[in-house]
């Protein structure tokens, strides 16, 4: 083409070819922006369907099996996050020298229930120990129930362990019904490598895993509409409703009306139940935990006990099972024979991998 000539006219031909294309492209586009449109308004009518309200009371957890304990409260000692946030732990110094010992509470309670294990393991093994609130959780959450991204549990144990000098020794955690699926999620995230061995405490794997039973035992009411709706949202990336709480939990009234009764945690948002949970693919987060003991009572009303080893043992080769006579879900917090199961697995020297036997 000559400097500063004209262009010629696009040819009638190309003109209409293009005209063509446009016009076959049309319905192509009206179905996919009603796709688009349709697909919102079905995750957001599924919110929408469900939210917090009253539990009818109903057979839950035994509380009542949870037996009194003399052993020493520290009291909670305040520690910084990523994010400057201000969180409460539950420090037993044992011998600062020796492997470092974090344990997760499960879900709705704090680091409060776990007092006589934490003392256990630092007075008669010499452990020193830190059981977290985690956030959301205790006597003065931030915002109770939530956290501010699905994953920030996992950080905020990281930088826990780290406040606590555990990047120059072992460090070993232990997790409690949702906190042992917490352990497990851990194991398998970008932290995992922290992790020198773990110990699951009739953990959560997943709502349908084998494991399960419906409602926990009666303990969970699941928003299901609520939480399919987030989750498609949260496939296409938007995460704007994350906040919203999904699950609730059937506390008895004599903890509600009791004088820790403002401490429970009732609900979960989408983002914190998420974070509290191994990912979907829940085996693949078992098969990167360290040398692991599993335990649980053999009259756990939340789980299927009997159904842990034959679930997990293909996903690991490095877990040991152990279930004990007359325990239940949250009598084995104060049991004698599973602080000691536990205390003396953690002492032992590693092995690498787990014997896989069932006592």
Do not use: C
């Amino acid at each position: 083409m000559i400097a500063g000539a004209t262009p010629a006219p696009l040819p009638a031909q190309k003109k209409w070819n293009a005209m063509s294309i446009l016009r076959g492209l049309k319905p192509v586009l009206i179905i996919l922006v009603s796709s688009a449109s349709i697909y919102f308004v079905i995750a957001l009518g599924l919110i929408a369907s469900q939210r917090i309200q009253p539990l009818p009371a109903r057979e839950s957890l035994a509380f009542a099996s949870i037996e009194p304990t003399t052993a020493q409260d520290p009291g909670l000692t305040t520690w910084r996050a990523r994010d400057g946030a201000a969180l409460g732990v539950r420090h037993y110094p044992g011998s600062q020298a020796g492997p470092l010992v974090v344990v997760v509470h499960g879900s709705g309670w704090h680091g409060g229930g776990y007092t006589a294990l934490g003392a256990s393991l630092a007075e008669e093994y010499g452990f020193e120990v830190l059981i977290p609130d985690l956030r959301g959780h205790g006597p003065a959450p931030i915002r109770r129930g939530d956290v501010d991204y699905i994953g920030q549990l996992e950080d905020d144990l990281a930088d826990l362990i780290l406040a606590y000098g555990g990047a120059d020794r072992p460090v070993y955690m232990i997790g409690h019904s949702s906190g042992g699926g917490l352990t497990i999620r851990f194991a398998g995230g970008a932290h995992g490598d922290m992790l020198d061995k773990a110990v699951l405490v009739a953990p959560f794997l997943k709502y349908n895993a084998p494991t399960a039973r419906k409602d926990g035992g009666g303990w969970s009411h699941v928003l299901v509409r609520r939480i399919i709706g987030l989750s498609m949202l949260n496939a296409i990336g938007i995460h704007a409703l994350d906040h919203l709480h999904v699950i609730q939990f059937r506390f008895p009234d004599s903890v509600l009306h009791g004088p820790q009764g403002a401490t429970a945690t009732s609900s979960y948002s989408y983002r914190l139940n998420t974070s509290f949970a191994p990912r979907a693919d829940y085996l693949a987060d078992v098969a990167r935990l360290p040398p692991f003991l599993l335990i649980a009572g053999k009259e756990d009303e939340a789980f299927q006990v009997e159904a842990y080893e034959p679930t997990l043992a293909g996903a690991s080769p490095k877990g040991r099972y152990m279930l004990i006579e007359g325990a239940d879900h949250l009598g084995i917090l104060s049991n004698g024979e599973a602080h000691a199961a536990i205390g003396n697995f953690l002492r032992a020297a590693p092995s690498g991998v787990g014997d896989g036997r069932t006592d």
